[in-house]
């Protein structure tokens, strides 16, 4: 090997250091001691007893986790659909100049994102709150919002349409970006309509940007925490099981040191993302072809 | 449980035997003597509390406090993240602290694992004084283990002037009928309030506050073997907790829900079975009720007890400045000028014997302090609840009792809430909760006394 091709190999390895060393040392490090724990009863300190499956099957077992897996999913759904569809109303508007004021507007959309989850969730509390929220006492009910499993998991739903709408309103504006006003002006020419030149048009040329939006946004719903704990816990407690997401069972039995259990039920919830991220980012590329 | 992790160059047995003898007196010339040193205390929910603590030990032994170094940290907002913060400092081994606030709940987990210093010799010389609950709270399994700093009693709090009108006397309620007949009473006397409230998710302290009364009762024996099918008194409870539920007697909503403090504010809610804590929040929720509310031991049916025992400090095992620690506690709240001078600040009841009198005199001569806002001596406890209000505190002390927690009651109270709240909802049988609670915590937490 020339000294030169040794001094570029050792200049690409310096750049990549950075991140190689972050990543073996702050995710893949603790990924593999999770894994490690996952197979063992850990208390947090003191002796790791190798337990062999038995976390997992006993993880399994429990009514628990696939209630909360099943919450989980209901949140992923329920707030994806409608949130995806308003947020690309919403860039289209713009985009189109629809709407005056369109600086002012841009930034009223993402104001949300820029709020921390616990205060908006916070925020939320006071608006639904049983007896003595703002709704409540706006419409006169007496309605329990946060309190009726049923109706709870759908103000969750709601905090989150509400909070991440901003964010994917400005991916989708930036996607709108890349298309090209020329294609829209000749199918306009052509006589196609505004919705026609949306389905046929804007739509598959944002298919990419639309696809990275689905994943990523399943990603970090699947790992959702704040929202639901602080709207609808209390006292210290996390959210009850029938309103709670799967992340909880990982943080309720990490405080109640059983690591072991813990990083099994992460690992299952690793294996939960990447099987969604794999069978969507599938579905989307045969849709494509 | 083992003592053997303690470290012989801090533990000795000479300087131990030594401290027991020469008890508090000799702590301060031992900080001295190792010149200046520094303490961390660990505490949850912000520091703004201790910082208190440490300007009274400042004030009220400058000679000792000019010594130390006292950092103050919180690791989480409430116990179980300082649990969980403790955790990983014991696993990584750095950054120990020195005092760690526990409620009692905690201490089992921590104590069988040996990573608590034995007490017992720098605790000799305060034992006599302590009330009995207290030394309960100092101890695990027959070794003192902490420096017991709040007791949790279980309190009834009712509206004197609503319960009167219905014509209940809170002293005639002892059973649990007595007390839903009461209730009835109540709700049929003021339609609008109601005596209780109870949610879809009863409160987690409700659990082992009412498990609590019974002094036999635990969740698992020694041996590992989980007891909730065999001991009758946890379906009681689910009982109990149903009945109030579905009574329609309740107003509907759980402790620290949004709704429970407006509620005690607009009249909804007219009574509590909760703990002595809550005379520092219910004249902060209700600041125009003063005057109006009076205090008592649960009814007879479920009396004895406490509410996570109460809270406690713990010096780990390891901990390097632990007599410099030990002091600092001691002299806060095992001293009758400190303990005095914690309720003052606080409001948290002496647990001292030879501070009890002077506590319920200083109450009951107390006026409004010069300096104070109209406001602030509103909800000043011995103005919102009048001048006896401390009586039937230290009347719930005399019920008190520990319960003997395991160290996996978390995970245990996490798998009876759960059960519990599917019981109530009606999507399981008694029968049903109870055996899945029993199969939940033999699978999911195994021994609880097995590392």
């Known amino acids: ?289 | 449980m083992s003592s053997n992790t303690t470290p012989k160059s801090l533990f000795a047995l000479p300087r131990r035997q030594a401290l027991g003898l020469a008890g508090a007196a000799l702590l301060p010339k031992i900080a001295s003597a190792q010149g200046r040193q520094k303490i961390t205390v660990w505490t949850w929910g912000g520091v703004e509390r201790f910082k208190g603590r440490v300007e009274a030990f400042q004030r009220l032994y400058p000679a000792e406090a000019a010594s130390v170094d006292i950092e103050i940290a919180s690791p989480g907002k409430n116990d179980a993240e300082i649990y969980q913060a403790f955790r990983l400092a014991l696993a990584s081994g750095n950054q120990l602290p020195d005092l760690v606030q526990m409620n009692y709940i905690g201490l089992p987990e921590f104590a069988e694992a040996g990573a608590l210093a034995d007490l017992g010799a720098l605790m000799k010389p305060f034992d006599a004084d302590l009330v009995d609950g207290a030394r309960k709270l100092s101890s695990y399994n027959g070794t003192t283990l902490a420096v017991p700093m709040q007791m949790k009693g279980k309190v009834w709090f009712y509206r004197c002037d609503l319960f009167e009108a219905a014509g209940i006397d809170p002293k005639a309620v002892t059973t649990f009928d007595d007390y839903m007949a009461a209730a009835r009473r109540y709700r049929d006397k003021h339609p609008t309030s109601s005596m209780m409230n109870i949610g879809r998710t009863p409160i987690h302290w409700w659990y082992f506050m009412m498990l609590s009364h019974w002094p036999q009762t635990r969740v698992a024996d020694r041996n590992g073997q989980f007891r909730v099918l065999s001991d009758p008194n946890f379906a009681t409870v689910m009982d109990w907790l149903k009945t109030f539920r579905t009574s329609g007697l309740a107003f509907d909503t759980d402790d620290f829900e949004p709704a429970w403090q407006p509620a005690f504010a607009e009249g909804a809610i007219g009574g509590t079975l909760l703990s002595n804590w809550m005379t520092d929040f219910l004249p902060k929720f209700a600041p125009t009720q003063g005057g109006r509310w009076g205090l008592a031991p649960w009814p007879a049916f479920n009396r004895n007890g406490s509410e996570a025992g109460g809270s406690v400090m713990v010096i780990p095992a390891t901990a390097r400045n632990k007599e410099v620690a030990f002091n600092f506690a001691s002299r806060i709240f095992l001293t009758p000028q400190g303990s005095i001078d914690e309720w003052l600040r606080t409001g948290n009841p002496t647990i001292l014997r030879s501070a009890r009198g002077e506590m319920l005199d200083r109450s009951a001569a107390m006026t409004r302090p010069a300096g104070i806002t109209d406001a602030q001596w509103a909800i000043t406890p011995v103005n919102f609840f009048g001048k006896d209000f401390l009586r039937p505190i230290l009347e719930s002390y005399e019920h008190f009792n520990v319960f003997p927690y395991d160290p996996t009651a978390q995970a245990e109270l996490d798998i009876m809430r759960r059960e519990t709240e599917a019981y109530i909802a009606g999507g399981k049988t008694r029968e049903q909760a109870l055996q899945a609670m029993q199969t939940s915590m033999t699978t999911r937490i195994g021994n609880p006394y097995r590392q």
């Open chain 1, 1 to 289: 090997m020339s000294k030169q091709r040794r001094a570029t190999g050792l200049g690409h390895a310096l750049f990549a250091a950075p991140f190689l060393i972050s990543f073996i040392g702050l995710f893949l490090g603790p990924a593999c001691y999770a894994l490690y724990l996952s197979f063992t009863r850990y208390r947090g300190f003191g002796v790791a007893r190798f337990v062999g499956l038995e976390n997992y099957s006993v993880i399994l077992a429990y009514d628990a986790f696939w209630t909360m897996l099943g919450n989980t999913l209901f949140y992923w759904v329920a707030h994806a659909v409608p949130m995806m569809a308003i947020a690309l109303g919403l860039a289209i508007i713009v985009q189109r100049r629809a709407v005056a004021w369109t600086q002012t507007f841009k930034t009223l959309v993402f104001l949300p994102q820029i709020l921390a989850s616990v205060a908006t969730a916070l925020l939320f509390q006071t608006f639904f709150g049983t007896h003595y929220g703002l709704l409540d006492r706006m419409l006169g009910f007496d309605t329990p919002w946060l309190t009726d499993p049923d109706l709870a998991r759908w103000t969750v739903v709601a905090v989150l349409i509400w909070r991440s709408t901003g964010y994917w309103f400005i991916v989708f504006l930036a996607g709108l970006t890349t298309i090209s006003p020329e294609i829209d002006e000749a199918a306009s020419i052509d006589g196609a309509g505004a919705w026609r030149r949306l389905w046929h048009i804007t739509l598959p040329l944002m298919r990419p940007t639309l696809v990275f939006a689905v994943v990523v946004d399943a990603i970090v719903t699947l790992r959702l925490f704040a929202e639901p704990n602080v709207l609808l816990g209390r006292a210290g407690a996390l959210a009850p099981t029938s309103v709670a997401p799967l992340l909880n069972l990982v943080v309720e039995q990490m405080r109640a040191g059983l690591f072991g259990a813990a990083a099994a039920t992460g690992w299952l919830l690793f294996a939960l993302i990447a099987a969604l991220t794999f069978i969507l980012f599938r579905l989307m590329r045969e849709r494509a072809a």
